[in-house]
């Protein structure tokens, strides 16, 4: 749980004068309106408090390291590495330190914490659809799961997309460079 004192005022990267912070907060009223429809509302939500802390990923890793004695290593190192994508943006977001955003009609979840650069959700969804695409039996599936994950941040209005983005690149990069080490192929080369 993210627990914080007040952020700072909004910085330059919240100026409704530059065009990209336009063009962020346009997206996010936009996601945010889909919201307003009960189906998606209620899957946007379920996504959403899925993802928190990483619960999902890190919940789908070890079951799959129980379920696939074989490559119990290779899942286990494969979920250190999304428990890692995920403490890793949090790390940011303290540095950072970019307020959450404030949506027409408001979030329609509670977070853990008031900042938003970059969503953690992001990054485990994205780190899981990396470091899981080599030993998941449907790697399309877990690609699907982890972008409704990433989507579900801007329906819910807790995430500019810009924050999505940021997320979604820190957990696919960290999880490409430990790749190599969560699969075991360095051993068997």
Partial sequence: MEVSGPGPAPGPADDPRRPLA???RRLLAAARALGDVSPVARAARGLSTAGDHGAVWLAAGLAAAALDPHRRGPWLRATALVA???LGSMAVKRIVRRPRPEPPGGPLVRTAGRHSFPSSH???AAAAAV???????CPPAVAAAALGMCASRLVVGVHYPSDVLAGAAFGAVAATLGRTWATGEARHG
Avoid: E
Wanted: no cysteine; hydrophobic share 55%; aromatic share 6%.
């Fill in 22 to 24: 336009a063009a962020d």
């Fill in 122 to 124: 992001a990054a485990s």
């Fill in 131 to 137: 470091a899981f695409r080599s030993l998941a039996p």
């Fill in 84 to 86: 890692g994508a995920h």
